[in-house]
Nanobody
Framework: QVQLVESGGGLVQPGGSLRLSCAASGFTLDQYAIGWFRQAPGKEREGVSCISSNDGNTYYADSVKGRFTISRDNAKNTVYLQMNSLKPEDTAVYYC?????????????????????WGQGTQVTVSS
């Protein structure tokens, strides 16, 4: 049974950091690209970052470039999202999802319909 479980969310002050984890089970993590998405209240879910399955390529939304870093530990079947210099506008529920490898990954990674399994989400709140 394929499962993705996010953890690491919480309340943090502006300028602070959090590291989110996406623990995968039921499949071999290194055979899939993994994306992080977020949904703020009243807004549509948006792509935040993605890491490829094999070559380690990473992609970021412009709003998080230079602040967020995605990484993976295939031995632990886990993908991480290190979030630094957090802003109130980063407040959202964060989700991870998996995508079968694609040569078009650089273009398609923000497209939600390209992902087949999703986690339940973890809340991140940035507030003083």
């Amino acid at each position: 049974q394929v499962q993705l479980v996010e953890s690491g969310g919480g309340l943090v002050q502006p300028g602070g950091s959090l590291r989110l984890s996406c623990a995968a089970s039921g499949f071999t993590l290194d055979q899939y690209a993994i994306g992080w998405f977020r949904q703020a209240p009243g807004k549509e879910r948006e792509g935040v970052s993605c890491i490829s399955s094999n070559d380690g390529n990473t992609y970021y939304a412009d709003s998080v470039k230079g602040r967020f870093t995605i990484s993976r530990d295939n031995a632990k079947n886990t993908v991480y999202l290190q979030m630094n210099s957090l802003k109130p506008e980063d407040t959202a529920v964060y989700y991870c999802a998996r995508m079968f490898p694609s040569p078009r990954l650089r273009r398609i990674w923000p497209r939600q319909n390209e992902y087949d399994y999703w986690g339940q989400g973890t809340q991140v709140t940035v507030s003083s």
